[in-house]
């Protein structure tokens, strides 16, 4: 594996968290989905997700920490900071919904996106490789879902 997607998958395995991305890839298949992701660079304070906006792409954070909060009729309310390991965008991504709040870079941060383009493709070429992605972001949501002060944080 090339050397950047081995700093992503390392951190998604370090990821102990309750709503831990852990697809079951091998080294191989890790690096077939590297061929799928762009990697993005972060600064501190950059907009990821705006909320309201229509994109399905999902990111995974390789480094770094991202600040999920809603704007509202009140002001802003953080939802949730996300650690390397973790993935964001996943809402949108399964519902085609508008994005449910804005992410952050709370500093400099490194995240992989895999655009619904890419996914497709994916899909077409690498359908096993897909399915298990696409069951390791239902597993995330899901289990954000369980969490209720985590529920509304599924992007």
């Known amino acids: 594996m090339s050397s950047s997607i081995q700093d992503l998958c390392r951190a998604i395995a370090q990821n102990t968290s309750y709503d831990a991305f852990a697809p079951a890839l091998n080294a191989h298949q890790w690096e077939t989905l590297g061929g799928y992701l762009q990697v993005f660079d972060l600064a501190a304070g950059q907009v990821l997700i705006d909320q309201g906006t229509i994109d399905r792409t999902v990111f995974f954070i390789e480094s770094g920490a991202l600040s999920v909060h809603l704007i509202g009729d009140k002001g802003q309310m953080q939802l949730?900071?996300?650690?390397?390991?973790?993935?964001?965008?996943?809402?949108?991504?399964?519902?085609?919904?508008?994005?449910?709040?804005?992410?952050?870079?709370?500093?400099?941060?490194?995240?992989?996106?895999?655009?619904?383009?890419?996914f497709a493709e994916l899909s077409k070429r690498q359908p096993d490789l897909a399915l298990e992605i696409t069951l390791g972001l239902g597993a995330v949501i899901a289990r954000r879902m369980v969490n209720k002060p985590k529920r509304v944080a599924v992007t």
Do not use: K, Q
Request: hydrophobic fraction near 50%.
């Open 80 to 118: 949730a900071i996300l650690n390397p390991g973790s993935v964001v965008g996943e809402g949108s991504f399964f519902s085609r919904a508008p994005r449910s709040a804005n992410v952050v870079a709370t500093g400099a941060a490194r995240v992989w996106r895999l655009t619904a383009i890419r």
